[in-house]
């Protein structure tokens, strides 16, 4: 009995074996396969890993690209309202000369008209004059020693003759004459408004030199003395465009957004809106 159930016990053994050698190579299978998918999915997510960091990339050279065109487009703004801003001074300026001009021409008129109604009326008959007696401009004689006087040799300038001159040399780049006949007109009319108007041409020179403090200065000087002149809301931006220019940020903005306030209708006052907007800044602070 003993030697009969020897082999039968082996025989289940070693099919109880194979069993699970069976199923220890279907679980070798399964986790083979759940090794491929994992793979697989792994190699999907560093797929889409990869291409959303080519996609950001992407995005941020594009961003980058249209700031640069922005600020590109801004400062071209900036550059043909300045350009328009001048012309507008510049058709201003030529409007006030060809008022100076007409003004000129009446009076020159005037005088015609004087003189030929003193050509028509006949002079007075003037008495014979002395030997070696001078007459005066009557016909009377004078005495031998009466002498007319002398002319003053600091005799001031035209005003409107020399402010137009100052103004043709200026359109002409010939600064350094331009600024003595202004200076001219300052010394010889401190209170008369083109007095203030050649400050503010003073300032304009030193400004297209680069000599941007000289320039501050000039301008400074028509917004104290020559407050309610017609340059002064062009003196006030052109000072916070010099002080931007000297890197003192915070004063020229200072100066822009006064500007807007006191002369908000102004084409001076769009001017300081629009560079205010290209540095990023309110054209009002809150």
Partial sequence: MVLGTAPLQAHATSKEIIELQTQVQQLLDMVQRLQSTLDARLSVLQHLADQTSTAANQMTTTVNTLEQKLAVQNESVSGKLDANAGQVQSLSDSVDELKTRIAKMDKAIQEMQSQ???????????????????????????????QAPAPSMNQAPPLRDTYESAMRDYNAARYSVAAGEFQDVIHYYPLDDMAGAAQFYLGEIAYRQGRYSEAVDAYNAVLEGFSSSAKAPAAQLHKGLALLKMKDREAGISELRQLIRRHPRTPEAAQARSKLSSMGLRAIER
């Fill in 116 to 146: 030929l109604q003193t050509m028509q009326t006949p002079p007075p008959a003037a008495a014979p004059a002395m030997p070696g007696a001078t007459t005066s401009p009557t016909g009377q004689p004078l005495a031998p020693s009466t």
